[in-house]
């Protein structure tokens, strides 16, 4: 069974910085797209950054310039290195990882159990 674990959360004022870990374990066979969601208070879960294993990447528009996300392929983990936060990235931050767990087979959307992320003005 797959897993994907996160770590790094937690409260830091405003201007600080914060990084989030996920490590994906089990029996799979691959990992393609990796990255961060976060759902805030009342709020839709939306994509905060997205990393190919390539390691191109993709960020939201509220995030650019400040969040960095990277991967370690050879460790199965995605990072995201959160810098100038704001009181509005308060949000449950949850990984994300698509996995194929035996080669050639179907890819399927794995998430993690999420993170609190608390930004204090």
């Known amino acids: 069974q797959v897993q994907l674990a996160e770590s790094g959360g937690g409260l830091v004022q405003a201007g600080g910085s914060l990084r989030l870990s996920c490590a994906a374990s089990g029996s799979l066979s691959a990992i393609d797209d990796m990255g961060w969601y976060r759902q805030g208070p009342g709020e839709r879960r939306q994509l905060v950054a997205l990393?190919?294993?390539?390691?191109?990447?993709n960020y939201a528009d509220s995030v650019k310039g400040r969040f960095t996300s990277s991967r370690d392929n050879a460790k199965n983990t995605v990072y995201l290195q959160m810098n100038s936060l704001k009181p509005e990235d308060t949000a449950v931050y949850y990984c994300?990882?698509?996995?194929?767990?035996?080669?050639?087979?179907?890819?399927?959307?794995?998430w993690g159990q999420g993170t609190q992320v608390t930004v204090s003005s």
């Open positions: 990393i190919t294993r390539g390691g191109s990447t």
């Open positions: 994300y990882a698509r996995i194929s767990l035996r080669y050639g087979s179907t890819w399927y959307n794995y």
